[in-house]
T-cell receptor, first 113, second 113 residues
Framework: ETGVTQTPRHLVMGMTNKKSLKCEQHLGHNAMYWYKQSAKKPLELMFVYSLEERVENNSVPSRFSPECPNSSHLFLHLHTLQPEDSALYLCASSSGSSDYEQYFGPGTRLTVT | AQTVTQSQPEMSVQEAETVTLSCTYD???????LFWYKQPPSRQMILVIR??????QNATENRFSVNFQKAAKSFSLKISDSQLGDAAMYFC??????????FGKGTLLTVNP
């Protein structure tokens, strides 16, 4: 695998379910990001991790819980989601949290029913 | 806060012809970076071209070039000799002193054979 990978690519979950999104980067980067992409809206930065420490949390509801166990892996744990949380969730990585060049994964299409 | 505006939600171009996508941004900073990202239907966001604000020369990458007008805060993308594979969502993005990428809403480009 090369670049940034995300699993699953598609996820349908009920509002009472608990699920996790996974991101893995194979680029030797030190910073990882979660973005939310909704139709007709700009990408919204959710979380930033640098060297496995969270450095940014953009007022994201607590039903989204990130985890970064090491510099190559990033998770987004989901619970008690709302239908308006349905979106494409993109993971990205960069060599550092102040590095402008970010590399994106293919995204997970999440549908909350 | 910086904002990025893409005024064209959709554009279309005939194969082999040239198309220009518009982007304007608002900032009080003098040092920043601007990007165009491409997101094909498979959804992997790819960096197309980058422009450093301190450089007067417009960036070029093969068939892709930009028209960077710093005073007007304008950053358009020109695609020459359009190909079917150029069909995608194109996002303009700004990177400044807050070390975050700020995206526009995107322009959906259709290439007609």
């Amino acid at each position: 695998e090369t670049g940034v990978t995300q699993t699953p690519r598609h996820l349908v979950m009920g509002m009472t379910n608990k699920k996790s999104l996974k991101c893995e980067q194979h680029l030797g980067h030190n910073a990882m990001y979660w973005y939310k992409q909704s139709a007709k809206k700009p990408l919204e930065l959710m979380f930033v991790y640098s060297l496995e420490e969270r450095v940014e949390n953009n007022s994201v509801p607590s039903r989204f819980s990130p985890e970064c166990p090491n510099s190559s892996h990033l998770f987004l744990h989901l619970h008690t989601l709302q239908p308006e949380d349905s979106a494409l969730y993109l993971c990205a990585s960069s060599s550092g949290s102040s590095d402008y060049e970010q590399y994106f994964g293919p995204g997970t299409r999440l549908t909350v029913t | 806060a910086q904002t990025v505006t893409q005024s064209q939600p959709e554009m279309s171009v005939q194969e082999a012809e040239t198309v220009t996508l518009s982007c304007t941004y608002d900032t009080s900073e003098s040092d920043y970076y601007l990007f165009w990202y491409k997101q094909p239907p498979s959804r992997q966001m790819i960096l197309v071209i980058r422009q450093e604000a301190y450089k007067q020369q417009n960036a070029t990458e093969n068939r892709f070039s930009v028209n960077f007008q710093k005073a007007a805060k304008s950053f358009s993308l020109k695609i020459s000799d359009s190909q079917l594979g150029d069909a995608a969502m194109y996002f303009c993005a700004y990177y400044g002193s807050n070390y975050k990428l700020t995206f526009g809403k995107g322009t959906l480009l259709t290439v007609n054979p």
